[in-house]
């Protein structure tokens, strides 16, 4: 079979399997948490927002929406993946405009269940009636502030590792030199400190040699990595074919093996194998430093033919592999999609006395969601909590990948993720990523934040956006319509600068393209600040030239470029590939700007 025909089969078993969980049967009691004691709704032009006392317990809640005596049934905001949401408030615009609504919150004390709804509370979306509405934002430049928390900075997603290796072409472009160029620029430029990828176990890494274990390719691959200056995150996976009890299950156009090993007690020795191999080559003190992460989401039949039961024991014999070498070094999991097994694992963990180091799960298409509540419910409340995989879609060629809404939605999801997780790892650094074949053109719909080419996408220019933030986090309050849930904002301070990043988004991806009726014109007020300071704006918006800043399909539709840029069109591209930062006249505590939807702007004051 061709290489495409292979790539073919492996995105139609995908596509087939995604949604399947492998093995939902549960030991673990749930508690029966009570909803919100509180529920309120308020309409605005387009849009609802509604807000809600918090619950101790819930890792998340549901919001519910009916009409008149109809059933209230959940909101839906079209992510493809899970739609419970971390905290208050949510912003509805899958509404219509002009009709009543009723909406009630449950919360949800694990992903696959919620509880009872209470009370609701009624709104009507308002028409739009041809004007801007308006909001105010408030900055108090001068209180004390906090320390600016960064979920982005300590991890980002990879394609898997053995692909710095690679001398193919894709788009005429080296795959393994632009990928480390990719990781170099996120390191150096956004400050990422780690990189997690699939499949250091891949028979491509050919740990099995004819003389017992070979290291030798994952070594080049880590010392690539280390050159960069970023740590890897050691995912546990997948199962080599010398150990696979069934190696013809398989996942991905690569062909990785999902099966359980045929023998636990080798896998076990190949842990421990590759752990201690990695301390003598690298140094305890290094590795110490780094993360074991075992399998990645299980709890989808596509990535685990095994059960939950067989995956918990394969759980135990890896965190077992990976202590013996040394105590110190930390383990964790369930590496699930959708938030999902985070309970099980840690009520296993707490019977069998099995280490939980750190606990990773993934999300799409939401900000993640608080599992502190299942650590705290299990004993393990000092455990890290670690997103290793998070983006705007679980869907591999999405043209939402490639938007402005994108990069917006990731502004989103790392403000909520501040201060209650470790690790908030957007997947993945590079479009050079090809589990169900290598890109087909240009701009595909890929996950990268960069494409084939090393071109920012919107979601990097964010991530630009968010590194340019003070050290220190400044309070921000809202009033008007959308204020603090459709328009959100995060404020900070540097010795002799106050940076301010705005945006404007819902979660609701049908509106992905834009809707005229969620515009605001917002006001922000800085309390404190010299009236001579100067002001500048950086903004993220759709358009191209003059009309936007950071849309590189608009950009590459207007050049006119086919399934690949021309030599010329690459330099046209790579000279207009940053964002568009003008002085505002405005200057003193007072500035007014008007944001579409979807859209950021960095708003800088500093000493005239």
């Known amino acids: 079979m061709t290489g495409s025909g292979m790539q073919s089969d492996a995105k139609a078993d995908w596509d087939s399997r995604i949604a399947i969980r492998s093995d939902e049967s549960r030991e673990v009691e749930l508690p029966d948490l009570d909803p919100p004691a509180w529920v309120t709704a308020v309409g605005g032009a387009g849009q609802v927002t509604v807000d809600w006392s918090l619950v101790p317990g819930a890792v998340g809640y549901v919001i519910l929406r009916g009409t008149g005596s109809e059933e209230l049934v959940p909101v839906d905001h079209h992510s493809g993946d899970i739609l419970s949401v971390p905290s208050p408030p949510y912003v509805d615009t899958t509404c219509t405009p002009g009709t009543a609504y009723r909406y009630a919150v449950a919360s949800v004390p694990e992903v696959t269940v919620h509880g009872r709804p209470g009370a609701s509370a009624e709104a009507t979306p308002l028409v739009a009636d041809g004007k801007v509405p308006g909001l105010r934002l408030m900055v108090d430049a001068v209180a004390e502030g906090t320390e600016l928390q960064r979920p982005w900075v300590p991890m980002i ?41 699939h499949a250091i176990f891949h028979d491509d890494t050919h740990v099995f040699g004819a003389e017992g274990y070979d290291f030798s390719v994952v070594d080049a691959i880590y010392d690539k990595l280390l050159g960069i200056g970023l740590r890897p995150v050691v995912e546990l996976g997948f199962m080599p074919r010398e150990l696979a009890s069934d190696p013809s299950r398989t996942v991905f156009g690569y062909g990785a093996i999902i099966s359980p090993p045929a023998s636990y007690e080798r896998w076990y020795d190949l842990v421990r194998a590759l752990v201690g191999h990695l301390v003598e080559r690298y140094g305890l003190e290094e590795v110490l430093g780094w993360d074991f992460e075992v399998w990645n989401e299980a709890n989808l039949e596509v990535f685990w033919s095994g059960t939950k039961a067989e995956w918990m024991h394969l759980y135990d014999v890896s965190a077992a592999a990976v202590k013996s070498v040394d105590e110190r070094l930390a383990v964790g999991g ?275």
């Not at 072409?169 to 990828?197: C, F, K, N, Q, Y």
């Not at 340019?468 to 404020?491: H, I, K, N, T, Y």
Request: proline fraction near 5%.
């Open 334 to 608: 369930p590496s699930s999609a959708a938030a999902g097994w985070v309970d099980d694992l840690l009520a296993h963990a707490a019977a069998h006395g099995t280490p939980v180091d750190f606990v990773t799960t993934h999300t799409y298409g939401s900000p993640p969601l608080d599992v502190q509540a299942s650590l705290d419910r299990h004993g393990f409340s000092e455990a890290r909590i670690l997103w290793t995989e998070w983006g705007v879609t679980p869907r591999h060629f999405n043209p939402i990948n490639d938007s402005v809404f994108s990069g917006v939605f990731l502004l989103r999801g790392m403000r909520s993720a501040a201060g209650r997780v470790e690790a908030l790892s957007y997947w993945v650094a590079s479009d050079h990523f090809e589990e169900l074949g290598r890109p087909p053109r240009f701009l595909h719909g890929g996950f990268g934040l960069q494409t084939v080419g090393g071109l920012a996408k919107p979601r990097f220019h964010a991530m630009s956006l968010l590194s340019r933030l003070g050290p220190v986090e400044l309070p921000v309050g809202f009033e008007g319509d959308g204020g603090g849930s459709l328009v959100e904002a995060w404020a900070s301070r540097d010795r002799d600068r106050i940076a301010v990043l705005v945006w404007n988004l819902t979660l609701d991806q049908s509106k992905a393209e834009g809707a005229a009726d969620l515009t605001r014109e917002i006001t922000l007020s800085f309390a404190g600040v010299d009236p001579s300071w100067q002001a500048s704006a950086t903004w993220l918006t759709p358009g191209a030239g003059s009309g936007g800043s950071g849309d590189l399909v608009a950009e590459a539709a207007a050049l006119g470029v086919g399934e690949w840029p021309t030599e010329e069109q690459w330099e046209q591209l790579a000279a207009s590939n940053q964002l568009e930062t003008t002085p505002l006249k405005q200057s003193g505590e007072e500035l007014t700007l008007t944001l579409q939807m979807p859209s950021a702007v960095l708003i800088e004051l500093r000493p005239s």
């Open 157 to 197: 997603g990879s394609e898997r590792l053995s692909q710095l290796l690679c001398k193919d072409l894709t788009g005429g472009r080296e795959i393994g030199g632009e990928l480390e160029d990719a990781l170099r620029r996120m390191h150096d430029e956004i400050g990422v400190r780690t990189v997690r990828a």
